[in-house]
């Protein structure tokens, strides 16, 4: 059975005799009475996908709206959900060249290898950048005294919330320094409360952070369960602590309350663990260039590293010794 339509292959001026039965397009080359178009959103001379994937064999010409799909009577090949509506691997309005634009979640495993990279690059940061205070009694002194611990506070604050609003604005790279100098601030701030306590309850605290953070991101990255609502009210949660922490801060001034805050705070933190594992694969759905795919790799990155802080001072505070 012949059929007149487009042929993908050639100068589209020109038809060819379509064989439906499988074995690939007869070329003709004769010229058509009114010439034709490429379908839309494929440039002229290159072949759409279901030409390359069949050679041409189920193209039919459609007389009303030509479309350059294949014939709607035949049953779609797997990958395409209809033959009316260009598939989502293929970028609208683009040029087709063979390497039609995809997701990177079957990367998942190899960027999760990069978002554990760069959080534990910021731990170690960190660390450094806590231990050099830690040694020089004077530079700490000097920070309070001139309120620039304060400056530094806030400084982080601007960091983590440019990072995370302006994402989609800034490039990778920058997304990587801001997190790496965002980590290395943490590290100041945080020597003044690492002084308070020993040296084995820092390190026994550290230990069973990496324990209870490695359960949770295996179950948060391996689990087929959706944890979007979950997440929901985790965040919900963060929020309600924050605002119940500077109350007592300020006002109430409780150890109970601090007490509850705590564990509460320790909780939300252990559960936005598997949840901010499992938002990455999320992210990278949407993820379809390799900068969008290193975005993602760079802001889980910061995601799991302020969890794992989180829980690292929450079990510090609950049983570590001053």
Known sequence: MNNNGNNPYSNPNYQSTINLSGTG?????TPPSTPRTQPAGYSTGIP????????GAMF????????GYADTTTAPPPGYANYGTPQPQYAPGGRYDGNPAQSYIGHFAQIMSGVFGYMFAGL???????MVAMTNTSFMVNLVESGMYWGLVVAELVLVFTISLAINKLSSAAALFIFLAY????????????????GASVA??????ALMFGAMAVIGGTTKKDLTTMGGFLIMGLVGIIIASIVNFLILDSSMLDFGITVVGLLIFIGLTAYDTQKIKANLQAATTAEGANKVTVIGALAL????INIFLRLLRLFGRK
């Open 124 to 130: 170690i940061i960190t660390a450094v950048a806590a």
């Open 183 to 198: 980590s290395a601030l943490n590290g100041l701030t945080l020597s003044f409360i690492l002084l308070a306590y020993s």
């Open 60 to 67: 039919a010409q459609n007389n009303n709206a030509n479309t």
């Open 305 to 308: 590293y302020l969890d794992f």
């Open 48 to 55: 759409t996908p279901q030409a390359q994937q069949y050679g």
């Open 204 to 209: 026994g605290a550290f230990l069973s952070t």
């Open 25 to 29: 397009p007869t070329p003709t080359a």
